[in-house]
Every structure is written in structure tokens, then in C-alpha cells.
């Protein structure tokens, strides 16, 4: 029945009204829900607080006009037009099930029907579905995105352990830990997953943050947890730095507008440093030598060389805003930092931060978002952007395009798992990607280089010839200034002979040819005429 049109609003970030109209939206009438709050936390709809206009909206039932949906953070319908709702989800599994409800992510941003009468709910936890949605009880919901690597990874900590433990805090998403020896996800902690590591001494001994410092560590894998005290006065930075002592797996370190220490693994702290006046962003312990650490907010670094024993030393500014600090393995006066600088977007220092190297070399225009040393023993360095991932060391005069099938986004943290040989990437968006160290894919002699492909003629205006100076199996793709992709070829074999791509049918214009091989990644631009 379309002459029935339905409107919720908001008053701030809380439900305001409803309205309903039977004459295809000439007069409205507002339904009487004084009092409640339909966009609050609480499934009775009388709690104060929300977040619209973020996180509202409002669908019909294409088979009965009466059926009427409403969510902001939890879920609500209504079966006689909007006179009375019922509370149909809860965000914790457990509550949902006991109260024979539906299991549904908080924070919801989409509902809408389809023409059979299916509803789907897009939320910051993934789309769920409601397969018959008037008949209310434990299995209302199905999550349709369920297993999906789409999570918007914040950081992550792996376990220096064959069969690798990770812990990684997610936006939205909680905190989950992933068993390689069982192959299995599991959550452990909800709210926004922050940092998060794995014991050095026990990997079934998980700590972890959510916004703003809040400290949580489980002693059986994520099972069960419980919170750690924090810190008196304040709270941290959104992501707030938390870090484990290297030899020292009972002592721990946390970074507010103050670097905290504990002995105890967090049961009480104590302040290392002065209060640096404003909440911490990055912070960091030399694994080789404890007593040296690195910390950072906004723009300005600092350093202490006797575990806070005296104030810390304000170091020269790099430039930027400091995203990532990574302290090398071995020297713990050898450090590099990636900023929001396009100018000097990664700085590395070999005195302990007195003076900076510019490492922009050749990096695109994006910002710099996590660094990790590799104790190869060529001083390799791992960089994550907000587009792709880099790799460089001393037998490099620029950096190389490290992807190897990573996707083509946000690498917000990097770590290395020296047992396996393995690096760890956690992206936002794509969930978390591992791949082999450099030395294990190829030697470093090995890679690809810029000048032992060719791509010609450039510019062209019917084929393009693509000729690698070393045999390789690489997948080439084409892409247009837009990212969209034009060509794609895969298992190509590729060695001294040509290999002939038609680009009749392309417009004139810029393109970018990507060439991904086993020994590492290529991009050629080209131009068509």
C-alpha cells in the first residue's frame, strides 16, 4: 500500500518522533511515544543517550503496510503502524538467546525489504537478515556476512610461537584472537578492539584494550576476561599504546598523558615519566634493552634511556604527525618513524633520535602507517600505507612494492612472527593477511626490479609488449587513474620474450600496468593516444 508513508526523527543523537501518513505523505500524523527512546542502548527504550542521526532508520513490510521497522543502536517493530514497538534484537549473543530474541550488531545505519519480505540490516558489525521477520525469537537474525575477512583492523600482536596465537583489536568489532593450530576465529572482547598482544610466556595469556585505555587480559585464550585497573588520573588516546616488557612478561607498559608501568600484570601502576600534556599516541620498549623507550604525541617524540627512572628527553620533531614507531631488534638507537608527512612520510635515526634520515625515496603521496624492523641482517624494513605495503633494506636504493596478493588498502599495523618467518598485516577493511618474510619468497637478489621490466611503446595507441628479464609467473593487471580495473590476466609466464596486450579498446588516458610475480611487484604507467 504506498499511500502509507512512515518518518522517524530525531531529537539530538536520541529518538524524537514518529509519523505516519495513509495519503502518500499530504498529512502526517505523530504516533504518542512519549518517553521513549528508541535510538538508546537499552532494549527497554528508556535509557537516555543514541547515536543519530549516524546510526537511524526506518522500513515497511511490502506485504503488510502495517509492519513497520525502526533502529538506531538496537532493533524495533511495530505490527499495528507504529502505535506500539517491540524491542526485536540485543548486540550480546547471550542476552539475545535468553531473552528469545535476535543476536544483531549494534549500531544500525540501513533496513530495508525486498520484494519478497526478507529484511537486511546493515550495521557496523556486518548485514544480518530477517528470513521471516514477524515471528520473533532466538534465531530472528542471521548474520550474512558471518566469516567474511572484512574487519577494519586497528593493530594487532603475534605470538612468537610455531603454531601462531594473534590478538587483534578491530573497530566496532571487538577484539578476536585467531588458533592456527585449531584454525579458528574467535572474539574475546567487544566494543572497539585496540591494541592488543599475546604473552611472550604464555600464549593463552591475551591482553588487550578497547577506546580510550580500557585494560583487559584473559588467562585461557580468550575463554573468559577480566579488566585490568587502570591508571588514576585520566585515560588514553583513542588507540592507546599498551606493550609488554621483552624479557619481562609480568611487567607492562601503558601510555596516557603519562607512561604507566606495571610489575604485576596490571593489577596497580606506577608513572614513568612526566606527563607529556596530552594522551599518547605511539609507544614503544627496545627489545633489546628495556630500559630504552620511545613515545609519541602528535608531532612530538620522546625518549628515556633509563626506564623513566629521570624525565624523559624530547627529541627532534621528524615532521608530521607520528603514526608508527619501530625500534630495530638489535639496536635500540636505531629506530624509524612513519608519519602523516608527504615530505618525509618514514625517518629513520641510527643515534637514538638526535638526528633523522629521510626515507622518502621514491613512496608514493600517501600518508605512512606502520613500520616493522626484519632481523635479517640487511636492515629490511617493512612499511604499511594507506595503500599497500613496501619493503626495503640496505641493498636497495628505493623502496619496493611488497603486496604479494595483499589488497590494495590500509595497512594500519605490521608484525613479524621470527619462528615462521612469517610477516602479519592488519588492514582496515580487509582483515588481517600474512605472507612470507622477503628472504623466504625470494632472495633479495632476487626481486624484481624496476628496470628489468619494460612495458612499450609508450605511448601507445592499439598493444602494449610487456618483457621481464627474469623467468616469473605473474598475474598482470591494467588500471585506469580511477582504480578501476581493465585487464586482468593471470599465471602469465613471463621471461625475455614478449607478451602482447590489446588496449585498442581503451580511451586515451593515463594507466597504470601492475605485474605481480613471486619476486615481488611492478607497476608501469602508460599512456594511450
Not at 595503500?387 to 628505493?398: P, S, V
Not at 588498502?409 to 615462521?420: A, G, Q
Not at 612499450?456 to 598482470?476: F, G, K, L, R, W
Amino acid at each position: 500500500d504506498d499511500s502509507v508513508v512512515y518518518v522517524v526523527e530525531a531529537s539530538g543523537s536520541q529518538f524524537g518522533a514518529f509519523y505516519i501518513s495513509t495519503d502518500t505523505g499530504s498529512s502526517f500524523t505523530e504516533r504518542n511515544h512519549a518517553g521513549r527512546n528508541y535510538f538508546g542502548y537499552d532494549t527497554a527504550g528508556f535509557q537516555s543517550g543514541g547515536q543519530a542521526p549516524r546510526d537511524m532508520d526506518v522500513t515497511a513490510s511490502p506485504l503488510d503496510a502495517d509492519e513497520v521497522h525502526i533502529a538506531g543502536v538496537l532493533t524495533w517493530r511495530s505490527l499495528d503502524g507504529g502505535v506500539n514497538f517491540q524491542n526485536t534484537s540485543d548486540w550480546i549473543p547471550q542476552d539475545a538467546a535468553s531473552a528469545n530474541k535476535g543476536y544483531c550488531h549494534a549500531d544500525v545505519d540501513l533496513m530495508l525489504f525486498d520484494d519478497s519480505g526478507i529484511m537486511f540490516v546493515g550495521t557496523d558489525g556486518g548485514i544480518f537478515k530477517a528470513e521471516n521477520s514477524t515471528i520473533l525469537n532466538s534465531t530472528y537474525y542471521t548474520d550474512i556476512t558471518a566469516g567474511l575477512g572484512i574487519k577494519q583492523f586497528y593493530k594487532l600482536g603475534v605470538s612468537q610461537t610455531s603454531d601462531v596465537v594473534i590478538s587483534a583489536g578491530s573497530q566496532d568489532n571487538g577484539t578476536c584472537v585467531y588458533k592456527e593450530d585449531i584454525d579458528l576465529w574467535g572474539d574475546w572482547l567487544g566494543a572497539d578492539g585496540m591494541e592488543s598482544f599475546v604473552s611472550h610466556a604464555n600464549v593463552d595469556h591475551l591482553f588487550g584494550t578497547s577506546q580510550n585505555g580500557q585494560l583487559y587480559r584473559s588467562t585461557n585464550g580468550g575463554a573468559t576476561y577480566s579488566n585490568l585497573s587502570e591508571p588514576s588520573p585520566g585515560q588514553g588516546a583513542w588507540v592507546t599504546p599498551f606493550e609488554q616488557d621483552p624479557v619481562d612478561a609480568g611487567t607492562l607498559y601503558l601510555g596516557y598523558a603519562r607512561v604507566h608501568k606495571s610489575i604485576n600484570s596490571g593489577i596497580s601502576w606506577t608513572a614513568i615519566s612526566q606527563s607529556f600534556g596530552g594522551d599518547l599516541s605511539q609507544m614503544k620498549v627496545a627489545a633489546s634493552n628495556s630500559q630504552v623507550m620511545y613515545a609519541s604525541r602528535g608531532g612530538f617524540v620522546y625518549k628515556t634511556d633509563d626506564g623513566g627512572a629521570t624525565d624523559w628527553t624530547q627529541l627532534p620533531n621528524p615532521g608530521g604527525l607520528i603514526n608508527s614507531i619501530a625500534i630495530h631488534p638489535n639496536n635500540p638507537n636505531k629506530i624509524a618513524i612513519a608519519t602523516t608527512s608527504f615530505t618525509n612520510p618514514v625517518v629513520v635515526s641510527v643515534d637514538g633520535g638526535a638526528t633523522w634520515i629521510n626515507y622518502k625515496f621514491n613512496l608514493p603521496a600517501f600518508s605512512a602507517l606502520s613500520l616493522v624492523w626484519d632481523d635479517n641482517g640487511k636492515e629490511g624494513l617493512y612499511l604499511g600505507m594507506n595503500y599497500g605495503l613496501f619493503y626495503i633494506d640496505d641493498t636497495f636504493a628505493e623502496w619496493q612494492v611488497y603486496n604479494n596478493n595483499l589488497p590494495n588498502v590500509i595497512v594500519n599495523e605490521l608484525d613479524i612472527n621470527n619462528v615462521t618467518n612469517m610477516l602479519y598485516a592488519g588492514t582496515y577493511g580487509r582483515g588481517i593477511w600474512a605472507s612470507p618474510l622477503v628472504d623466504e619468497v625470494a632472495g633479495v637478489e632476487d626481486l624484481l626490479s624496476q628496470d628489468q621490466v619494460s612495458v612499450y611503446p609508450n605511448p601507445t595507441n592499439s598493444e602494449i609488449n610487456i618483457i621481464v628479464q627474469q623467468q616469473v609467473e605473474a598475474d598482470i593487471r591494467i588500471f585506469d587513474v580511477l582504480g578501476k580495473l581493465m585487464v586482468y590476466q593471470a599465471d602469465i609466464d613471463l621471461g625475455n620474450t614478449n607478451h602482447t596486450i590489446d588496449v585498442s579498446n581503451f580511451t586515451n588516458g593515463i594507466y597504470f600496468v601492475r605485474i605481480n610475480s613471486n619476486a615481488g611487484t611492478i607497476t608501469k604507467k602508460i599512456m594511450k593516444k
